[in-house]
T-cell receptor
Framework: GAVVSQHPSRVICKSGTSVKIECRSL??????MFWYRQFPKQSLMLMAT?????????EQGVEKDKFLINHASLTLSTLTVTSAHPEDSSFYIC?????????????FGDGTRLSIL | AQSVTQLGSHVSVSEGALVLLRCNYS??????LFWYVQYPNQGLQLLLK??????LVKGINGFEAEFKKSETSFHLTKPSAHMSDAAEYFC????????????FGPGTRLSVLP
């Protein structure tokens, strides 16, 4: 079945570093991908909707200059956390929808655990 | 706008006992409803979904859920809990049309006691 791959699965870095997270749809095309953030013991909160070939749509309260999203192809979206600080430490999860399968649910990646020291 | 509530942030059951995880939703239009399971440090795995048709839906690992429009509920059940069912469970709602993003409930952590 359809699979979404996220890389890396875990990142530990120093404050001020920029971190890029990749989300790939492995065997289907995805015009739309979603980026979620999950703090410990909390639910997933949508950060932004990534649209292939156009600008991402950010949810209220999410800084677009802080969280850069690029969706340059139908199989890849990237989230870059710029100048990351400890408060950005979280679990980031992407999801993608299979364009050719019509009304099928989104497929989720396995997430990226980001820890900023 | 949609919203999802899950009664009980933590539920504990004995192995072999009935599992009941509650989900209520609010939506201005008939929604799509989902249950996902999340194991530690992993992404989400779809357990089951309701779109249209039969209101009792069966999913993987012996789970099922019933859509009750009058109660705006979509509770998740499993007749007999297994140790491997211990995880975090999220109920989610989406507007009709899978291109819409999901709104997730706060989650319920299920513990299974030996």
């Amino acid at each position: 079945g359809a699979v979404v791959s996220q890389h890396p699965s875990r990142v530990i870095c120093k404050s001020g570093t920029s971190v890029k997270i990749e989300c790939r749809s492995l065997d289907f095309q995805a015009t739309t991908m979603f980026w979620y953030r999950q703090f410990p013991k909390q639910s997933l909160m949508l950060m932004a909707t990534s649209n292939e070939g156009s600008k991402a749509t950010y949810e209220q309260g999410v800084e677009k200059d802080k969280f850069l999203i690029n969706h340059a192809s139908l199989t890849l979206s990237t989230l870059t956390v710029t100048s990351a600080h400890p408060e950005d430490s979280s679990f980031y999860i992407c999801s993608a929808r299979d364009l050719e399968r019509g009304n099928q649910p989104q497929h989720f990646g396995d997430g990226t655990r980001l820890s900023i020291l | 706008a949609q919203s999802v509530t899950q009664l009980g942030s933590h539920v504990s059951v004995s192995e072999g006992a009935l599992v009941l995880l509650r989900c209520n939703y609010s939506s201005s239009v008939p929604p799509y409803l989902f249950w996902y399971v999340q194991y530690p440090n992993q992404g989400l795995q779809l357990l089951l979904k309701y779109t249209t048709g039969a209101t009792l839906v069966k999913g993987i690992n012996g789970f099922e859920a019933e859509f009750k429009k009058s109660e705006t509920s979509f509770h998740l059940t499993k007749p007999s809990a297994h140790m491997s069912d211990a995880a975090e469970y999220f109920c989610a709602v989406s507007l009709r049309g899978y291109g819409q993003n999901f709104v997730f409930g706060p989650g319920t952590r299920l513990s299974v006691l030996p």
